[in-house]
């Protein structure tokens, strides 16, 4: 059973920091890309990043690159997402998903992330 449990998220002030987690299990991580997307209250699924399944190759939502950075470590099949210069706009529950840019076909329960003062 594929299983995607993330942590990290809670309340942060706006410029503040957060490093969101995502254990995975139930299938061989390190052969599959990866992603994080979000949702805000009253929006839609939005793609935040994808990491190749080597950890190689990224890529970012324009509104989040430069402050977000996504990696993984393949031996301890987890997904991270280093968040930095928070904004009000990034208050959103926050998933892992499994898949890339192609699309995803599983995801985890989220993480709320609120930036707020």
């Known amino acids: 059973e594929v299983q995607l449990v993330e942590s990290g998220g809670g309340l942060v002030q706006p410029g503040g920091s957060l490093r969101l987690s995502c254990a995975a299990s139930g299938f061989a991580f390190r052969l599959y890309d990866m992603s994080w997307v979000r949702q805000a209250p009253g929006k839609g699924l939005e793609r935040v990043s994808a990491?190749?399944?080597?950890?190689?190759?990224?890529t970012y939502a324009d509104s989040v690159k430069g402050r977000f950075t996504i990696s993984r470590d393949n031996a301890k099949n987890t997904l991270y997402l280093q968040m930095k210069s928070l904004q009000p706009e990034d208050t959103a529950v926050y998933y892992c998903?499994?898949?890339?840019?192609?699309?995803?076909?599983?995801r985890g329960q989220g993480t709320q992330v609120t930036v707020s003062s």
């Open positions: 998903a499994r898949g890339g840019v192609s699309g995803t076909d599983y």
């Open positions: 990491i190749g399944s080597l950890g190689t190759s990224t």
